[in-house]
């Protein structure tokens, strides 16, 4: 689920989400390198939090100091899963992205001290843009501007899957040897640990997941790894508001590793609804792409075949494979607020949601010819 942010998007923060701001101060002023608060900065500028108000995983918060703005990176309150919301991770990958993949921000202080505020946080760059999230700027409602979004997506896509992970070093960032075998089976525990009730089509759609595993990667066949973001989508993409076909940036790398990159396109897929979808699986994520104007999914597959030179006859797999695992993702974060874990009514209305997206992954497994 998206944590980032808009151009001039933030709020006052959430009760029960604010941070310890003198801590924070006192620590920032101790330990941001010297270049961060360069001869142009106002050193006695105080600190300043506003929250970021999309998301439902991480969270994200504007920080102003020394007259410069930063973002800051923590996990969110309550009980998590013991491996989920890695701060230092989280910062390691954008320390080691960020120079072979200039769209991914670049991180600037990680702090593991959880006396600062609670736990471990981390701060990067701030960029500037604009993300389309559930409702479309009338500026942008033109079909020529939604075709160019469409392709820039396509195309940031294919950057980004063209790093070279072996010259680069960023194979160490994964194990691309089993990868999408490890991740169904991973996101089908990650289901029978967080679920409330029983949904058969959830495991049915494992199931059938796990009988139509495509090929490992392999580069001596063609089919090397790549850099796999894991939650590619429209709005984890910042635009460039005067010009949007240019991308200014790409969010929320929480999840990034390397293996078969047809996976991002499985998720961007998953995210794309069109109008004929049904609506629980339109409504459960996000509706916006619904609009006339925007690539269809096939077209998409289509584009990205093309720009990559990649065999897209297994996409199925990867798009049904993308909305079980959102299933599963919006079902932690249910199972937390069903718990007493967190108090967000946002999450109340999560139970139907998780059933409608069930439902769509079934139905797509069922026309499946694979």
């Known amino acids: 689920m998206s944590d980032h942010f808009a151009d001039n998007d933030t709020s006052p923060i959430r009760e029960g ?47 102003s100091l020394f007259g410069r703005e930063f973002v800051l990176r923590r996990p969110p309150f309550g009980p998590v899963a013991p491996t989920a919301h890695d701060m230092p991770r989280e910062y390691r990958l954008l320390a080691a992205i960020h120079p072979a993949f200039g769209f991914a921000p670049k991180p600037y202080l990680l702090c593991e001290d959880v006396s600062v505020i609670g736990v471990p946080f981390y701060l990067m760059e701030r960029r500037r843009g604009l993300v389309i999230r559930r409702q479309l700027p009338e500026a942008l409602n033109q079909p020529q501007t939604l075709r160019a979004i469409s392709t820039a997506m396509i195309e940031t896509l294919a950057a980004l899957h063209a790093v ?30 967080a679920k409330t009730k029983e949904i058969p089509e959830i495991d049915a759609v494992a199931q059938w997941l796990l009988d139509k595993l495509p090929p490992e990667p392999d580069p001596a066949a063609g089919r090397p790894a790549t850099l796999v973001h894991n939650d590619f989508k429209l709005d984890n993409v910042m635009l460039n508001p005067q010009q949007p076909a240019e991308v200014v940036a790409v969010l929320d790398w929480e999840m990034c590793t390397v293996g078969d990159p047809l996976v991002d396109l499985g998720i961007l897929l998953c995210y794309w609804a069109e109008k004929d979808d049904p609506e629980d699986r339109r409504e ?48 932690q974060i249910y199972f937390r607020y069903v718990r007493g874990q967190t108090h967000d009514e946002r999450f109340a209305a999560f139970g139907p949601r998780i059933e409608g997206l069930a439902r769509a992954a079934l139905e797509l497994a069922r026309q499946s010819k694979l």
Not at 28 to 55: I, K, M, S
Not at 165 to 192: C, D, M, S
């Open 284 to 331: 459960a994520i996000s509706p916006v792409t619904v609009q006339s104007g925007w690539m269809t999914r096939q077209e998409i597959t289509a584009c990205y075949a093309e720009r990559t030179g990649r065999d897209v006859s297994r996409i199925d797999f990867y798009e049904i494979f993308a909305i079980f695992k959102i299933a599963v993702v919006v079902q």
């Open 17 to 63: 989400e604010e941070l310890n701001n003198a801590a924070l101060e006192a620590y920032l002023r101790d330990h941001l390198p010297p270049r961060l608060q360069g001869e142009f900065c106002d050193l006695n500028a105080p600190l300043r939090v506003q929250q970021f108000p999309g998301g439902h995983s991480n969270l994200t918060y504007l920080v």
């Open 164 to 193: 070279d992970i072996y010259a680069t070093g960023l194979t160490n960032l994964g194990k691309p040897i089993g990868f999408v075998t490890r991740q169904v089976k991973g996101w089908t525990e990650r289901w029978h640990r």
